[in-house]
C-alpha cells in the first residue's frame, strides 16, 4: 500500500457537469487505498542528442523510488534503444582531446562535439526502447492490471517539439518517433476511470502537455472528469534546460533535478536539502516541489502545473468595473489569497528581485523588459564579437591548410597520420601565428558575453514565473465568481491530487526528512 498526502483534498462523493460531460468526484479515502505504478520514458531521438544528463535524470529517480522501497516490477523504464549493445548516449570525455583536435575543431570543425565520447547507456533494469511501441504495449498490457484508487506516476525525460498547434506539442523518442498530446492523452484514456495520473516531464515545450487536464488534451472539449495532474519544465512555447553531456552532475541544471530534490530531501549529488514544505505539516507534495523548483532553479524555464492550464480556460482575470481581481491588486491582498506555496513564490521572488511595489505585477513586468533589452544587447555584442572572429581564424586557417593539404578534408587516409606524426608540429604553427592571439581573445569574450545573456534570460524567466504566480492567484480566486459549481469542484479535486507526493514506502523515511 502507498502512503501519500491529501491535505487539501475533497471529502465524500459528488457529480455534476463540466463541459457538458458527467463529473464524479471520488472520496480521498478510495484513492489512498491504492498502490503506486512508475513509468519512466527517457533518452533522445537518436544517439547525436541522446545526452549524458537524461541517463542520470533516471539513474536519480531510480534511486529515489529504491529510497523508498518501491519495488522493481511497480517501475517500468523505456529508455533510447532500450537493451541494444549498440552505443546510443554520449557524454563529454572526462579524459579530454589531444590539444592538436581541440585546436583544430576550434578552427575548422566543432568544438563541442569534439569532445563527446560515445557509448552504450548504463540504465539498469531497462524494460525496453523509448518506442511509440513500447508506450502502447505497456498501457495496454497494464490497464487490466489495475484496480480502483491505484495510482500511475509517468516521469518524462528527453527532448521536445512544438506543437502545430502549440497546444499539441510533442515528445521525442528513439529512432526520431514522436507522441503528441493528444496521443499521450488516448493512451491515458486506455486505464480504468478511477486510476490517478501524475506526470513529470521535463522536455522542450512540455507545458503543451498541461493540456491533458482536459478530454483528449483538447481545451475544446471541457476539462476531463478524470484525476489527472502534472508538472512541466516550461511553457509550450519555450525549449527547457537541462539537456547536457556533462559528466559533472552537479551541474546538472534542469526542472526535475529540484523538483525530485526537493521531494526526496537531497540532490541527485547527496546534499541535503531543506523540505519546502510550506504549509508546515510535516510533507512535501507535488505542489511544493514545483514552488521549489519555481524559486530555486536559476535557468530560461518557465514551470507549468496542470491547474494553470486549467485556470487559464475556465477563469479570466478581472477589469476594473468588473468586481473581479485584477493584476493591478494590491501585493498585500494577493497574498493574502494564495496558498501557502504560491505565498511562498511571491514572496520569495520578490525578496529575490527587490520588489516592494504594492503594484508588484506591473513592477515585475517593468524589470523583464529592462533584462530582456539587457539580453538583446549582449546578443547583439556576442554577435559582433563573433564576426570578429572570421578574420583571425581563416588566415590561421589558411596557413595550416597550405603547410597541410589534406587536412582541407577529414576524410583524407592520411589525415590520421597526419594528427599522429606531426600533432606538435601543427599545434605549434596554430599557436605561433600572428592571428592566434587575437582570435583566442574574441573567443573569450563571446563566451563571457554569453553568460552574461544567458544570466540575463535566467533572471527574465524568473520574473515570468512571478507574473504567472500572482495571475494563477488572481485566477483561482476569480474562479468562484465566473464558473459554475462542477467546474470549481474539478478545479478543487485538481488541486488535490496536485497537493500529493511519492510513497513513503515501508520502513523507510517521509520525504521531508530523507538523508543525504
Known amino acids: 500500500m502507498s502512503l501519500r498526502s491529501s491535505r487539501r483534498v475533497l471529502t465524500g462523493t459528488g457529480t455534476g457537469t463540466v463541459g457538458g460531460l458527467l463529473l464524479v468526484v471520488v472520496s480521498t479515502a478510495a484513492i489512498a487505498r491504492g498502490d503506486d505504478y512508475f513509468l519512466t520514458i527517457g533518452g533522445g531521438a537518436s544517439v547525436s542528442n541522446n545526452q549524458m544528463s537524461l541517463e542520470r535524470n533516471v539513474l536519480y529517480f531510480q534511486r529515489i523510488l529504491a529510497e523508498r522501497a518501491v519495488a522493481p516490477e511497480r517501475h517500468t523504464v523505456l529508455f533510447s534503444d532500450g537493451t541494444d549493445s549498440g552505443r546510443d548516449l554520449h557524454q563529454r570525455d572526462p579524459n579530454g582531446i589531444p590539444r592538436v583536435n581541440e585546436l583544430l575543431a576550434q578552427l575548422m570543425g566543432d568544438s563541442q562535439s569534439a569532445a563527446y565520447l560515445y557509448r552504450s547507456h548504463e540504465v539498469p533494469n531497462v524494460n525496453g526502447p523509448a518506442r511509440r511501441s513500447g508506450i502502447n504495449g505497456w498501457f495496454s498490457r497494464q490497464s487490466p492490471q489495475f ?233 547583439e555584442k556576442a554577435s559582433q564579437k563573433r564576426r570578429q572572429l572570421t578574420g583571425p581564424r581563416t588566415a590561421i586557417q589558411e596557413s595550416i591548410r597550405n603547410r597541410w593539404p589534406e587536412l582541407r578534408n577529414p576524410y583524407h587516409p592520411r589525415v590520421p597520420d597526419i594528427l599522429r606524426t606531426d600533432a606538435a608540429e601543427i599545434v605549434k604553427a596554430i599557436e605561433s601565428h600572428s592571428q592566434f592571439k587575437a582570435f583566442n581573445a574574441a573567443r573569450a569574450e563571446v563566451a563571457k558575453l554569453t553568460d552574461q545573456q544567458s544570466d540575463a534570460e535566467h533572471q527574465w524567466a524568473k520574473l515570468q514565473r512571478f507574473v504567472r504566480a500572482a495571475d494563477n492567484v488572481i485566477l483561482a480566486a476569480n474562479l468562484s465568481k465566473v464558473a459554475d459549481e462542477p467546474t470549481r469542484q474539478r478545479f478543487s479535486a485538481l488541486v488535490a491530487s496536485e497537493a500529493g507526493t511519492l510513497p513513503a514506502g515501508a520502513g523507510t523515511a517521509t520525504p521531508t526528512s530523507s538523508s543525504p
Open 147 to 379: 484496480k480502483s484508487g491505484d495510482r500511475v506516476f509517468v516521469y518524462i525525460t528527453g527532448h521536445g517539439g512544438k506543437g502545430k498547434p502549440e497546444e499539441n506539442g510533442h515528445f521525442f523518442l528513439w529512432n526520431r518517433e514522436t507522441m503528441s498530446v493528444q496521443e499521450f492523452c488516448a493512451e491515458l484514456d486506455k486505464l480504468p476511470p478511477d486510476v490517478s495520473i501524475v506526470t513529470l516531464m521535463v522536455q522542450c515545450y512540455s507545458g503543451s502537455f498541461a493540456n491533458l487536464t482536459f478530454k483528449g488534451g483538447k481545451d475544446a472539449d471541457g476539462a476531463t472528469p478524470l484525476n489527472r495532474c502534472g508538472f512541466f519544465a516550461t511553457v509550450q512555447t519555450r525549449p527547457a534546460a537541462g539537456c547536457t553531456p556533462d559528466i559533472e552532475e552537479e551541474n546538472y541544471q534542469e526542472y526535475s533535478t529540484f523538483f525530485l530534490a526537493a521531494l526526496c530531501g537531497h540532490t541527485r549529488t547527496g546534499n541535503r536539502v531543506e523540505p519546502p514544505d510550506y504549509n508546515h505539516d510535516g510533507i512535501v507534495s507535488f505542489d511544493e516541489a514545483h514552488a521549489y523548483a519555481i524559486l530555486t532553479a536559476d535557468t530560461i524555464d518557465i514551470p507549468v502545473k496542470t491547474s494553470d492550464a486549467f485556470l487559464r480556460k475556465f477563469s479570466r482575470l478581472g477589469k476594473d468595473d468588473d468586481g473581479l481581481l485584477t493584476e493591478k491588486t494590491p501585493f498585500d491582498d494577493l497574498v493574502a489569497k494564495a496558498s501557502p506555496a504560491d505565498r511562498a513564490v511571491l514572496e520569495g521572488l520578490s525578496s529575490q528581485f527587490k520588489m516592494t511595489e504594492p503594484d508588484r505585477i506591473a513592477e515585475a513586468k517593468r524589470l523583464a523588459e529592462s533584462r530582456e533589452k539587457d539580453r538583446k544587447d549582449l546578443g
